[in-house]
Structure formats: C-alpha cells, structure tokens
C-alpha cells in the first residue's frame, strides 16, 4: 500500500494563493505518476493536474495559467501551487498515485492505483 499524505490546505480570499503538498513514500518518485483531483460538495471528482517521474506536467483547462505541480525527489514530494485563486476553485484536493514507470506523459483523469485522504481548500471572501 503506497502511502499519500496532502497538506497545505486552507481558507484563502479570491484571487489569493495556496500550496498543496502530497508527500509520499521514496521509491513512487520512481515508479509512480502523481495526479491532483478535486471534488466540490455535489460534483462529481475531476482531475486537475499530473506530473510523469519525468517531469512532465499536464493541467485541465480550468487550471491552466494558474496552478502549476512540481515534484522534488530529495524530498519525496509533489506540489500544487494555485494562484489566483477562484471561489470554484473551493474542493477538497487529492493527490494520487499511478503506476507509471516509463510513461512520458499523463492524462487528467482517469484511474490511479492509490490516494490520499485530501485537503479542504475554501476560497471565500
């Protein structure tokens, strides 16, 4: 069972911004595709960014131009870095994991193997 700890949630005014963090375990940075999800109260889950082990990030287009993921290997996690933030941007965030150990690329979406247990994001004046 891979581990998925989110952190960095919060309230924050539109326009404001936020970092979420998912730190995992050492050997997923090599192995695994990390995702972001979100739900909103009566939404479904939809998928917002994904970062490949190498580096290669994909975002939907609700995101794009605002949030940004990363990923530090040294220390185990990936990052979501919203700006601008929008009061439809308020969801719980979480972050996946997909076993992925030659993929190039990510989609937004679809299945992943493991998941956190999310962070509340609010944006509300």
């Known amino acids: 069972q891979l581990q998925l700890v989110e952190s960095g949630g919060g309230l924050v005014q539109p326009g404001g911004s936020l970092t979420l963090s998912c730190a995992t375990e050492?050997?997923?940075?090599?192995?695994?595709?990390i995702g972001w999800f979100r739900q909103a109260p009566g939404k479904e889950r939809e998928g917002v960014s994904c970062?490949?082990?190498?580096?290669?990030?994909n975002y939907a287009d609700s995101v794009k131009g605002r949030f940004t993921i990363s990923r530090d290997k040294t220390r185990n996690t990936v990052y979501l870095q919203m700006n601008t933030l929008k009061p439809e941007d308020t969801a719980v965030y979480y972050c996946?994991?997909?076993?992925?150990?030659?993929?190039?690329?990510?989609?937004?979406?679809?299945?992943?193997?493991?998941w956190g247990q999310g962070t509340q994001v609010n944006v509300s004046s």
């Open positions: 996946a994991a997909l076993y992925a150990p030659y993929s190039h690329s990510c989609t937004i979406g679809g299945q992943y193997d493991y």
């Open positions: 970062i490949t082990k190498y580096s290669f990030a």
């Open positions: 050492r050997f997923a940075m090599d192995w695994y595709a």
